[in-house]
């Protein structure tokens, strides 16, 4: 995928859940998730993936401070990670 292919999909993205509204929003990520998940052959493929989200998002993973461009518009490639 491209740059602007991954763009386009980001900004799709924002924008579904946008429209369903907050408390909408982990039920289509959920779903979102599972759609992609059984596009891979293996599981070693998102484990890892999964691994590092969780970690960022996890009191231990997460930084007194706000990681730099904080407040800016994550690159999709970089919010994956």
């Known amino acids: 995928m491209t740059e602007q292919e991954l763009d386009v999909a980001y900004t799709a993205l924002c924008r579904a859940l946008g429209e369903v509204g907050?408390?909408?929003?982990?039920?289509?990520?959920?779903?979102l998730s599972m759609a992609l998940l059984v596009r891979?052959?293996?599981?070693?493929?998102?484990?890892?993936?999964?691994?590092s989200v969780r970690e960022s998002l996890s009191p231990a993973g997460r930084t007194s401070s706000p990681p730099a461009g904080a407040g800016e518009r994550p690159s999709p490639r970089t919010a994956a990670r």
Request: glycine content about 0%.
């Open 40 to 51: 891979c052959d293996r599981a070693d493929e998102v484990l890892p993936l999964i691994d």
């Open 22 to 31: 907050p408390e909408q929003a982990e039920r289509f990520l959920a779903m």
